[in-house]
């Protein structure tokens, strides 16, 4: 069930059998992904991790290069087809706009050595802020995840 919020979602092929693409992009280095866009800091770290990113349960914090973190939580993980997680405690100006966000990877074959991946992520906003999430963060946010999720594809089929 798609929790309450602003989504958005995209989607790309990487030239990998399924299980290869799962192994892959689970745990890319997030700073690899993520760099810049705009205003949108890049993510610089991510520390505290508590284990493998392999389990529902682990957790790590997000460090982005304007000095913000994010608490990431992983709540789902089965293997090879989906994981997601949970992203809370911005302590950046997202805090006042978003009360937590959910993050959500579906893998699925898509003929052979290639596999379609699907991301979702869902702003859940404070009461009374979603026109302006909407209108500030959400257009930005698009491009940067589709340009997140194409690096993504990149990094996975150069290993």
């Known amino acids: 069930m798609t ?3 602003i ?12 299980a290869t693409a799962f192994a892959r992009i689970v745990p ?6 993520f760099p810049r866009y705009g205003p949108l800091p890049a993510v610089v770290d991510t520390r505290d991790q508590t284990g493998g990113w392999d389990h529902v349960g682990a ?11 994010a608490s990431e939580e992983m709540t789902a993980y089965v293997e090879p087809s989906h994981f997601a997680y949970r992203l809370s ?8 706009l978003v009360d937590h966000a959910h993050g959500a990877w579906w893998f699925c ?3 052979e050595d290639k596999t379609r991946i699907r991301w979702t992520y869902t702003f859940v ?3 009374g802020r979603s026109l302006v999430l909407r209108a500030a963060v959400v257009p930005l946010w698009t491009r940067y995840q589709s340009r997140a999720l194409a690096l993504s594809v990149r ?3 150069k290993l």
């Open 3 to 5: 929790p309450a919020g």
């Open 7 to 18: 989504a958005v979602a995209t989607e790309a092929d990487v030239r990998l059998p399924l």
């Open 28 to 33: 890319i280095e997030l700073p690899k992904i």
């Open 59 to 69: 957790s790590r914090t997000v460090v982005l290069s304007d000095g913000t973190t």
């Open 89 to 96: 405690g911005f302590s950046g100006q997202m805090r006042f």
């Open 109 to 111: 074959e898509a003929g």
């Open 125 to 127: 906003p404070h009461p």
């Open 155 to 157: 990094e996975a089929e």
